[in-house]
């Protein structure tokens, strides 16, 4: 976790080798995985690893509890599943209610659970200028207060809720139409790769929306006193937009999503061929 972020934050202290891609031609790596988290180990040593990880931890259970309560308090009247034998209107407007359903969910744990990840995210990217602003959960809770207001427990959720949003709907109708008019009811094992329909889906759907995790995750340190928040890492974005814009244009939207083979741009004075 530590080493994608300071990856997305475009943090990379290890100068890139040369390697060649399936073609055969030269192109520039950036450190992998494995190598990065080698470099944070003897920087930071093993406990460096674990950077963040209490109120990641306390996020991801708010999360759950939260998806559990609303669950309960709003159930999915007569939820019904999708069925073979329902026709094409009956069987979509089941899965729409099941999403919309799912995504009132999502939405409510995003929000209650955000304030802990913004948390998690500041004290990962710590790492960056070895600063010790936000030390444990409850001093980060009055900083973040005392210097933001309320407010600064929200910068980046807005591109947080959307990529769940698309994410739920996209995964959940292609699944759907892929299921009702691409398998075949005749084939053996058309029962099993319904099964798995979902799961490739969002697997490639994750890849769609990644651009608002990243972006997402960038607000949540912008700009807030931290080395990697600021100037040269990053301008001091007025918005999720401005940030999402600056990445674009820098061809970036995608940063960090690789954690193995990572490529690096590159510079016009380098040749490698």
């Known amino acids: ?12 202290p290890l100068p890139p080798t040369i390697g060649r891609n399936v073609l055969g031609r030269k192109v520039l790596y950036l450190p992998g995985f494995f190598t990065y988290a080698r470099h944070i180990v003897e920087v930071d040593g093993k406990r460096g690893l674990f950077r963040g990880l209490t109120p990641r931890l306390i996020s991801s259970t708010l999360s759950t509890i939260t ?10 009247e007569d939820m019904e599943h999708v069925s073979n034998k329902d026709d094409v209107k009956t069987s979509l407007r089941k899965v729409v209610k099941e999403t919309s359903h799912e995504m009132m969910m999502q939405c409510v744990s995003r929000v209650v659970s955000h304030p802990l990840h913004v948390i998690s995210m ?27 207001g309320i407010l600064g427990f929200f910068v980046g959720l807005v591109p947080h809720i959307l990529g769940d949003v698309i994410f739920l ?7 759907h139409f892929i299921n009702t008019y691409a398998v075949d009811d005749n084939f053996s094992q058309a029962s099993v790769i319904r ?3 979902k799961f490739v889906m969002g697997i490639a759907v994750s890849m769609l929306t990644y651009p608002f995790l990243l972006v997402g995750d960038l ?12 100037p040269p890492y990053a301008p001091a974005f007025a918005s999720w937009i401005h940030c999402w814009r600056y990445l674009s244009a820098q061809g970036q939207l995608f940063r ?12 016009a004075s380098f040749p490698i061929d």
């Open 219 to 230: 607000m949540a340190v912008n700009n807030c006193g931290l080395r990697a928040g600021l």
């Open 122 to 148: 500041r004290c990962m990217v710590q790492f960056v200028g070895r600063e010790v602003k936000y030390s444990g959960v409850f001093s980060a809770i009055g900083r973040i207060f005392k210097e933001e």
């Open 256 to 267: 960090g999503s690789s954690l193995l083979f990572r490529r690096a741009p590159i510079p």
């Open 169 to 175: 709907w996209c995964c959940n109708l292609l699944a």
């Open 67 to 76: 998806r559990g309560s609303v669950k309960k308090a709003f159930p999915l």
């Open 195 to 197: 099964s798995y329909t």
């Open 1 to 12: 976790l530590l080493t994608r972020f300071l990856s997305q934050v475009g943090h990379e």
